[in-house]
């Protein structure tokens, strides 16, 4: 399948009193399928404001951000908010710092939730099996197969993580965004969350955008963009470590 995500010369303001903030000025990245851009800078300096817009939570002033896949390529900056609200159940994969589950449904009830808002199917009957036998796919894949019943209360702060990628992942999303997956996490925690990641990445085919402060696992990235001031550039390769 060929997925690429592509952001051009997107700008995006604010107002501010009497004068408007620039959050991203003329930004550009490319991401290919199955690979992974991590995006890091200083607070505030518009990496949340760049996954909004590529996520179709805010609408730029001006650019564009192409999603090709092999159905074709849509500008995601054109879509009104139904259609946007539509793609993202459908087609955009999003992990928060924060899980955000549901405290009354089990870890396979929230996949199957997600696919219930965002995927199309034959049949009730035969979604419903097609749905759980996904879901518990997905559990077993990130190491929760044998929690796939418990509640988000019964499970630790790394394994309600692996719930939140395992959720984003249940519509085989063409473009999947993450917002600081490592942040409530240990170091060690934090590294298997990474190499989860990746490991999903390369076998779902994600596009993929990773907000970042942590630069211990930026090595393990793709490739690697800097921004500050609302100004996004491409850091020197990094060697990524198999």
């Known amino acids: 399948m060929t997925i690429a995500l592509t952001a ?13 903030l620039t959050a991203l000025d003329r930004v550009n990245l490319h991401v290919r399928g199955g690979s992974i ?11 949340s404001s760049l996954l909004a817009v590529v996520s179709t939570l805010t609408r730029p002033d ?12 849509v500008d995601l900056t054109t879509l ?11 087609a955009i994969g999003m992990v928060f710092q924060q899980p955000n589950l549901l405290s009354a449904l089990t870890a396979i009830e929230q996949l199957e939730l997600t ?10 009957t035969l979604r419903r099996r097609e749905t759980r036998l996904k ?4 559990l077993d894949a990130v190491g929760l197969g044998d929690h796939r019943t418990k509640y988000p209360a019964q499970l ?9 990628i395992a959720r984003a992942l249940m519509n085989d999303p063409a473009l999947l965004v993450i917002d600081e997956p490592t942040s409530a996490l240990d170091s060690e925690r934090g590294a298997a969350v990474i190499e989860l990641i990746r490991t999903v990445v390369r076998e779902c085919g994600s596009a993929t955008l990773l907000v970042t402060h942590d630069d211990t696992h930026l090595h393990r990235m793709d490739a690697v963009y800097r921004m500050v001031d609302g100004t996004l550039d491409r850091q020197p390769d990094l060697v990524v470590s198999s």
């Open 62 to 73: 001006s650019g564009r951000v192409l999603l090709e896949t092999d159905s074709g390529t």
């Open 80 to 90: 009104g908010r139904r259609a946007a609200a539509a793609l993202r159940r459908s």
């Open 135 to 138: 879901a518990a796919e997905l």
């Open 37 to 47: 851009a991590a995006v890091t800078g200083p607070s505030g300096s518009g990496k």
């Open 8 to 20: 051009e010369n997107l700008t995006l303001t604010y107002p501010d009193g009497a004068g408007r």
């Open 115 to 124: 696919a219930h808002l965002g995927r199309r199917s034959r049949t009730p």
């Open 156 to 164: 630790s702060g790394g394994q309600r993580q692996r719930v939140n």
